[in-house]
């Protein structure tokens, strides 16, 4: 890397990090602090565990591991390891409070721009092109999406305010969907320098040709599903799904309420009618999985989502996202949380893929209908709690990323995943079906 190129990318990686730190603050000034040591759910944290941990995390990986310094804060490693404490238990745990955690992370950051200012970002895997910074700055604009579900799950008034995101729905028709041409793509990948261990190695897939819709699946198409007896017929559903509606007597998507004969939604603090053509959000895999079956499609299968997002078939290369190789701009996608939900189905035109398959990228989640498993070749880096000891059948594969996921944590290869039970998740789904035998 020549010396102009290395300042550059060490611009660019400090803007990231910068960029994760004010949606931190964002998240953590915006209640009192009372708040932010108070349990808003059993399956969050409080968002005072997110904040310090986000500081532990950058310690220990950029402060000791990249920077080989002394360990600033040792005692509190387990306090704020994900992997010791669930979520229901952190409560109980003696936190640093709010102030002594905002100063921790501020005082890890300052000495972190340091470290980035005199490494050379090459020589050893975890600093060739900013390889571990990268991953903090992914590592916090993840917090800070879950710091966002912990306040969409806050009772109280709204304390976050965005704008709505502008109205470029075209009229595309609703669930259009198109042909995937079967054959090899190529799937996952092996140079895009901040993409994490479970996205890589790049290798061919082949899918057979099947239809995917245009759009996510909207509110109005699954009222359609719940007015016709959805939840109440167990043939659409699986047994553990089936078991889940019933005991906990669910009948629509989480934060829906009925009344005075309509569908009313509650969304960070505010109460209103629920919009019939936005995607669907906050169903778990289990609802998802029943409405397609219902519509007589299924979920697209992980490697037929990723097809979709980044197969060009005029050049036969994958592209890094739909619309092609350059990053996310406002006119691409609804990421970075610039609004509190999903455009209109069929918003973002310019971020459409080459067969013409919009809002892969943003917007909501999309289950798959995927187990969470390893690609073939890939190596556990730079932890095995990364991703390694998630892969199994019990978490299922979401793509595309949400209105609430930074760009620098989105991508055509990136990888989520979940428990098929979650809906508190900012997830939805679009539906897709096998083609037609030639
Ligand atoms: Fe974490």
Redesign the pocket.
Known sequence: MTAPAEQDLKQRTAVALTRARERTALLTSCVEDSELTAQHSPLMSPLVWDLA??GN?EEQWLWRAVGGREALRPEIDSMYD?FEHPRASRPTLPLLAPAEARAYAADVRDRILHVLDGTRLEGRPLVDAAFAFGMIAQ?EQ??DETMLITHQLRKGPAALTAPPPPATADGAPEQREVLVPGGPFTMGTSDEPWALDNERPAHTRIVASFHIDTVPVTNGAYQAFMADGGYRDERWWQAEGWDQIRQHAIEAPLFWRREGGQWLRRRFGVTEPVAEDEPVLHVSWYEADAYARWAGRRLPTEAEWEKAARHDPATGRSRRYPWGDADPTPVHANLAQRHLGPAPAGSYPEGASPLGVRQLIGDVWEWTASDFLPYPGFTAFPYKEYSEVFFGPEHKVLRGGSFAVDPVACRGTFRNWDLPVRRQIFAGFRTARDAEPA
């Open positions: 941990h986000i995390q994900a590592h993840q917090h």
